[in-house]
């Protein structure tokens, strides 16, 4: 397994795992497929602001991307990132997920970043044990916020302090 930065040949691959997700799951609350064109251009802007999007390659196939981006707009959030990640389902349950959040972690800490932040659907208990193993506690829950597939999401925030020594 190995974790890289991505680039435009990675697209196909993250459009078919974002889609997926679109398609069968509540951890992207939408349900408008994306495109080659709207992938392309999220990871541009990713990209060109500084932050990273990780792709992790197992067998030579792209299996997961992860990334993160501004939690909120002001100059105020500067310090805080929120973070996603998605693997693909014919790959779960084999470490790449701890692997990609793990790189995250280390991205954003190395980046000098101070919260880490991941909003996630209160009933993704993969995400939430995930999360929870890697440092992060849940700060708070938004009941009914979203809706998809006939019925209410509520959205978990789990946080994280980044650094030596995140008191
Ligand atoms: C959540 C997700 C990233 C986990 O990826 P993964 O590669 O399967 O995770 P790992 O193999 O590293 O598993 C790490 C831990 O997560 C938990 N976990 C993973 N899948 C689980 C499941 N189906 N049920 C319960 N816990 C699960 C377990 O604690 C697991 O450790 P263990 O296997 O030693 O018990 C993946 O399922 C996914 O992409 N889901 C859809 C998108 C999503 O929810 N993204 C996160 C929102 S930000």
């Given at each position: 397994?190995?974790?890289?930065?991505?680039?435009?040949?990675?697209?196909p691959?993250?459009?078919?795992?974002?889609?997926?997700?679109?398609?069968?799951?509540?951890?992207?609350?939408?349900?408008?497929?994306?495109?080659?064109?709207?992938?392309?251009?999220?990871?541009?802007?990713?990209?060109?602001?500084?932050?990273?999007?990780?792709?992790?390659?197992?067998?030579?196939?792209?299996?997961g991307?992860?990334?993160?981006?501004?939690?909120?707009?002001?100059?105020?959030?500067?310090?805080?990132?929120?973070?996603?990640?998605?693997?693909?389902?014919?790959?779960?349950?084999?470490?790449?997920?701890?692997?990609?959040?793990d790189?995250?972690?280390?991205?954003?800490?190395?980046?000098?970043?101070?919260?880490?932040?991941?909003?996630?659907?209160?009933?993704?208990?993969?995400?939430?044990?995930?999360?929870?193993?890697?440092?992060?506690?849940?700060?708070?829950?938004?009941p009914?916020?979203?809706?998809?597939?006939?019925?209410?999401?509520?959205?978990?925030?789990?946080?994280?302090?980044?650094?030596?020594?995140?008191?």
């Amino acid at each position: 397994m190995v974790i890289r930065d991505s680039g435009a040949a990675d697209l196909p691959r993250i459009l078919a795992i974002t889609n997926h997700e679109i398609l069968t799951g509540t951890a992207l609350w939408t349900i408008v497929p994306a495109t080659l064109a709207s992938r392309g251009a999220w990871m541009a802007e990713r990209q060109g602001a500084g932050y990273p999007v990780l792709v992790v390659v197992e067998n030579g196939t792209v299996a997961g991307f992860g990334s993160y981006g501004a939690f909120r707009p002001h100059d105020g959030y500067l310090h805080t990132v929120e973070h996603s990640l998605y693997i693909d389902p014919a790959a779960a349950r084999r470490g790449l997920g701890t692997a990609m959040l793990d790189a995250l972690i280390r991205h954003a800490t190395a980046a000098g970043r101070h919260a880490m932040i991941g909003g996630i659907e209160a009933g993704n208990a993969a995400s939430l044990a995930l999360h929870q193993r890697l440092g992060f506690r849940a700060a708070g829950t938004l009941p009914q916020v979203g809706r998809k597939f006939d019925r209410w999401l509520n959205l978990v925030f789990m946080h994280r302090l980044l650094g030596p020594d995140p008191a």
